[in-house]
């Protein structure tokens, strides 16, 4: 299968700031390939010098099959653009704005008229086609951005952070209508820090830390190591002095790590007897609210992986205005 997308060597410096520092990866035609990383490792720049915004230091790139190291809009009749930040104008109504896109890419008034009818249907906008913009919803500001990144009907789309600050609701909406454009055979390259969405859309994923890649592989192969391992997860009130001290002290070969104020994470290669390890905690004076066994998530490997820890990711979820 030939590649929609093949970097290689790709370097890009904001004065003494490297933020992409020599990355290579390829992706392939038809694929759904997450970007993940937490904010400022240089996502944003990536997708910015592979869709002509930006250009790089040092590195090639190839789109479709085209050179576009020196000639950065060489293949943009191939592409589709989501920028994280909205990029329509908010005094057009949500129709106007769709014709003025497709006007750009060449398309001729019935035809851009015809799809963008379209479009607003296909992503619920019909009743505020005749809206201006700038009074929608961000849930709403988004599904209208990415009508426009396809409106042309390109074979490779960028999504820079599709669902962020946005409604769960909007966020679900979203991401389906994501998955059908997969399944109707665009190319879809997904910048994201949500660790959770990755997971569900996409079948290959980069780690993005720093500006560099640390791991490249599929969902299933990344998650392949942990499923070997068996977890429990305790939560509990009262707190206890030195308590992950005390359990590694008392059940040798199981591995403990407190979760943030009255979580205990327990992993260990041996299936673990959880009754023992709350008779343990409740006569040490802990009230133990709930012990659950845990599935491996691609949220482990990216913690065991890059080393940042998953609740820093959170953070960043929620300065950005939404629970996703």
Known sequence: MNDAIAVEGLKKRFAAVEAVSDISFS????ELFGFLGPNGAGKTTTINMLTGLARPDAGSIHIGGIDCTDKPRAAQHLIGVVPDESNLYPELTGFENLCFCAALYGLGKAERQERAKKLLDNFGLAQASNRKFGGYSKGMKRKLTIAAGIIHQPEILFLDEPTTGID?????QLRQLIADLHRAGTTIFLTTHYIEEAERLCARIAFIVSGRIVQTDTVEHLIQPVQEKHVVQIAYANMLNDIRGKLSESFPGIEFTTQGQGLIWVEASEPIRVGPLVRFLEDQGAEVAEA?????????????ITGIEANAMRKEKEKA????
Request: positive net charge.
């Open 27 to 30: 992706v392939r035609q038809g």
């Open 168 to 172: 769960v609701a909007s966020a679900r």
């Open 292 to 304: 659950r066994r845990m599935r491996p998530s691609l949220e482990d490997i990216f913690v065991q």
């Open 321 to 324: 205005g939404g629970s996703q």
